[in-house]
């Protein structure tokens, strides 16, 4: 049977909100989609709360491939594994702890045949544990200049925001590695993709109710890490397709901007870490995407005003968790 939809879900501890996930998948709106679960090894009663669901809906249950890894290689390996097992025309890619409008394939993939899309993409929400909120990406029909638009945090890098033609991803590399490993995938499909459009409405649903508890500890060596790691692939990349002299500027601002808020103090060593090169106040005025304002706040980093830049950063922040 040749599927319209090929839907990907990466399960790895999630027994909290998987249920709530599989449901809104089960119960969409459209019949012609392939499900395909990845047990990345998971530790916990996920791949059992799957088999319960799935017999709510016998209706699902033959188009359905359970793929269980023999250990845990990470979220973009078990993207890879999903779409290696594929055979929908569009590959759309959810996490095993969010869930969707139940109209959001059939609308997606309305548009993309409308349109002739090689990508569509759509609005979400953030949801906390006492609150929503709707996230809008500002684009215009069609969308160009992707790639400037990630850097810019314009066009968001998740992965799970884009419904995408399979052909494209025979020319991306999965990541390997864990931290922002959406950026890298989302920022070769973008440039390989002919043709991207925006669908002014959110249909997908960001589950980010335990990221504000107390008691969760945040690791800046493993986004150190993660960030070199980053770097050194989008970096391959684009001097592959020799455009790196026209995202350079862009790039070390993005690493500039990524790492700053969270090393503080420890800025200077933390960006020695993941790049020396990116230690310059030139890569953030060359940066297009930036205003007159957030340059002139990033610029606080190297003009020995660092202290100002983190102490604004702190009521940012204060703000921030006041309004959650």
Same mark, same amino acid.
């Given at each position: 049977?040749?599927?319209?939809?090929?839907?990907?879900?990466?399960?790895?501890?999630?027994?909290?909100?998987?249920?709530?996930?599989?449901?809104?998948?089960?119960?969409?709106?459209?019949?012609?989609?392939?499900?395909?679960?990845?047990?990345?090894?998971?530790?916990?009663?996920?791949?059992?709360?799957?088999?319960?669901?799935?017999?709510?809906?016998?209706?699902?249950?033959?188009?359905?491939? +359970?793929?269980?890894?023999?250990?845990?290689?990470?979220?973009?390996?078990?993207?890879?594994?999903?779409?290696?097992?594929?055979?929908?025309?569009?590959?759309?890619?959810?996490?095993?702890?969010?869930?969707?409008?139940?109209?959001?394939?059939?609308?997606?993939?309305?548009?993309?045949?409308?349109?002739?899309?090689?990508?569509?993409?759509?609005?979400?929400?953030?949801?906390?544990?006492?609150?929503?909120?709707?996230?809008?990406?500002?684009?215009?029909?069609?969308?160009?200049?992707?790639?400037?638009?990630?850097?810019?945090?314009?066009?968001?890098?998740?992965?799970?925001?884009?419904?995408?033609?399979?052909?494209?991803?025979?020319?991306?590399?999965?990541?390997?590695?864990?931290?922002?490993?959406?950026?890298?995938?989302?920022?070769?499909?973008?440039?390989?993709?002919?043709?991207?459009?925006?669908?002014?409405?959110?249909?997908?649903?960001?589950?980010?109710?335990?990221?504000?508890?107390?008691?969760?500890?945040?690791?800046?060596?493993?986004? +150190?890490?993660?960030?070199?790691?980053?770097?050194?692939?989008?970096?391959?990349?684009?001097?592959?397709?020799?455009?790196?002299?026209?995202?350079?500027?862009?790039?070390?601002?993005?690493? +500039?901007?990524?790492?700053?808020?969270?090393?503080?103090?420890?800025?200077?060593?933390?960006?020695?870490?993941?790049?020396?090169?990116?230690?310059?106040?030139?890569?953030?005025?060359?940066?297009?995407?930036?205003?007159?304002?957030?340059?002139?706040?990033?610029?606080?980093?190297?003009?020995?005003?660092?202290?100002?830049?983190?102490?604004?950063?702190?009521?940012?922040?204060?703000?921030?968790?006041?309004?959650?």
């Amino acid at each position: 049977m040749v599927y319209d939809i090929s839907i990907i879900v990466p399960i790895y501890n999630t027994e909290k909100y998987i249920e709530k996930c599989l449901v809104s998948l089960f119960e969409q709106d459209y019949d012609n989609i392939e499900y395909i679960f990845v047990n990345d090894k998971t530790m916990d009663n996920s791949m059992q709360i799957l088999s319960n669901v799935l017999k709510r809906y016998p209706n699902r249950e033959k188009h359905v491939k +359970i793929i269980n890894k023999l250990k845990n290689e990470g979220l973009g390996q078990a993207r890879k594994t999903g779409f290696e097992n594929s055979t929908g025309k569009y590959i759309i890619h959810i996490d095993s702890d969010d869930w969707c409008e139940l109209d959001m394939i059939s609308s997606l993939y309305s548009k993309a045949k409308e349109e002739n899309a090689d990508i569509v993409c759509c609005d979400y929400f953030e949801n906390y544990s006492n609150k929503e909120i709707y996230v809008k990406q500002n684009l215009k029909n069609p969308i160009k200049n992707s790639t400037s638009l990630i850097y810019k945090y314009t066009l968001w890098p998740m992965v799970w925001l884009y419904l995408a033609k399979k052909d494209l991803y025979k020319n991306v590399e999965f990541a390997d590695f864990s931290y922002a490993e959406d950026n890298y995938l989302t920022t070769q499909l973008f440039y390989c993709s002919k043709k991207s459009i925006h669908i002014n409405f959110g249909y997908y649903h960001y589950n980010r109710a335990n990221e504000h508890s107390l008691t969760k500890k945040y690791d800046i060596q493993k986004e +150190i890490d993660g960030l070199r790691v980053l770097d050194t692939k989008l970096r391959i990349f684009f001097k592959k397709k020799n455009i790196w002299e026209r995202y350079k500027s862009q790039h070390f601002s993005f690493i +500039i901007r990524s790492i700053a808020p969270k090393a503080k103090m420890d800025f200077f060593k933390a960006i020695e870490e993941i790049n020396p090169d990116a230690n310059s106040v030139k890569h953030i005025i060359k940066d297009d995407n930036l205003g007159i304002i957030k340059k002139a706040f990033y610029s606080l980093i190297f003009i020995k005003m660092l202290w100002l830049f983190c102490l604004a950063q702190d009521l940012k922040t204060i703000f921030k968790k006041s309004k959650l």
